[in-house]
């Protein structure tokens, strides 16, 4: 069975600080790909990043930046200099080729950057 | 411009009704997903499809029902046999492409379900 754990389940930071968003997957699969999701507000998720598990290159996008290291299986998430409009709940999720077209979501962390 | 659209954003159960939740995609997407949120919580995946007239059940499926009679619709039914409906229902497709699991899924921006 895949699981996906984000033990962070609420942060608060101060605009401009910079913060990290903890996930920790489990899966038996040698492929798998890892994601973020950002959900505003709005409702609607929107897609971040996707990583696959034989690309352990960290990736930074602006002011966004993952960190994969599979010796501890993590995928972590780390906005610097955050904004207000950074606020949202953060998912991230695991599929495999062997998981059935099926994507397994960790819990969410909430972000609240305050101006 | 392409995306999924769900309707009601918000919706209103009473005890023993079934209500029917919309999700309409103009990406041209094979697959289609309904999952649920509760507060606090992950999304749990109630059913999927990749083909029309076709569908799977995901984890928590009971007391839901699907269909796909149409490659853009899949639309969802909260029967009266779920006993604890009051939830954020999303629901998402994607292409079954290339990058097989790995692409992404595209969401629309939800129903709000409560109960009377």
């Known amino acids: 069975a895949q699981k996906v754990t984000q033990a962070q389940t609420e942060i608060s930071v101060v605009e401009k600080e910079d913060v990290t968003l903890d996930c920790v997957y489990e899966?038996?699969?040698?492929?798998?790909?890892l994601f973020w999701y950002k959900q505003p507000p709005s409702g609607e998720l929107v897609f971040l990043i996707r990583?696959?598990?034989?690309?352990?290159q960290n990736e930074i996008s602006g002011r966004y930046s993952w960190n994969f290291q599979k010796s501890t299986s993590s995928f972590n998430f780390t906005i610097t200099a955050s904004q207000v409009v950074d606020s949202a709940v953060y998912f991230c999720?695991?599929?495999?080729?062997?998981?059935?077209?099926?994507?397994?979501f960790g819990g969410g962390t909430r972000l609240m950057v305050k101006p | 411009d392409g995306g999924i659209t769900q309707s009601p954003k918000y919706l209103f159960r009473k005890e023993g009704q079934n209500v029917t939740l919309s999700c309409e995609q103009n990406l041209n997407h094979d697959a289609m997903y309904w999952y649920r949120q509760d507060p606090g919580q992950g999304l749990r995946l109630i059913y999927y499809?990749?083909?029309?007239?076709?569908?799977q059940k995901g984890d928590i499926a009971e007391g839901y029902s699907v269909s796909r009679e149409k490659k853009e619709s899949f639309p969802l039914t909260v029967t009266s046999a779920q006993k604890n409906p009051t939830a954020f229902y999303l629901c998402?497709?994607?292409?079954?492409?290339?990058?097989?699991?790995?692409?992404?899924?595209?969401f629309g921006s939800g129903t709000q379900l409560s109960v009377l």
């Open positions: 990583r696959n598990s034989f690309d352990e």
């Open positions: 998402a497709s994607r292409t079954l492409g290339k990058k097989g699991p790995g692409e992404k899924l595209f």
């Open positions: 999720a695991l599929t495999s080729n062997n998981a059935g077209n099926m994507l397994t």
């Open positions: 499809s990749q083909i029309v007239n076709d569908f």
């Open positions: 899966t038996r699969d040698t492929t798998y790909y």
